[in-house]
Nanobody, 117 residues
Framework: QVQLVESGGGLVQAGDSLRLSCVAS????????MGWFRRAPGKEQEFVAS???????TYEEAMKGRFTISRDNAKNTLYLQMNSLKPEDTAVYYC???????????WGQGTQVTVSS
């Protein structure tokens, strides 16, 4: 199973930016698609964005314009650039990987993002 390790979370103020990273232990068909999810306190997990190895990406509509997903295939690393952060972005952000959309076979441990008002 692919191991995923996230980093980059922290405590920031509203309007600030953060960049999350996720390093995968290998490059394989199971990392063809990589993505970010988040779970806010008391809420269901929600999809943030995903990107294929070839660069095709998908965003949750509410994240478009503020969040940018990217990946460096040579480094097996996924990124999430988050700008203009809002308190409602406070959540644990999880990295996921899988061979195809909806087939998320590996998950990271999560990184906490807290946005103060």
């Amino acid at each position: 199973q692919v191991q995923l390790v996230e980093s980059g979370g922290g405590l920031v103020q509203a309007g600030d930016s953060l960049r999350l990273s996720c390093v995968a232990s290998e490059s394989s068909p199971n990392t063809y698609l990589m993505g970010w999810f988040r779970r806010a306190p008391g809420k269901e997990q929600e999809f943030v964005a995903s990107i294929s190895r070839s660069g095709g990406n998908t965003y949750e509509e509410a994240m478009k314009g503020r969040f940018t997903i990217s990946r460096d295939n040579a480094k097996n690393t996924l990124y999430l650039q988050m700008n203009s952060l809002k308190p409602e972005d406070t959540a644990v952000y999880y990295c996921a990987a899988g061979p195809s959309p909806g087939s998320w076979s590996s998950w990271g441990q999560g990184t906490q993002v807290t946005v103060s008002s």
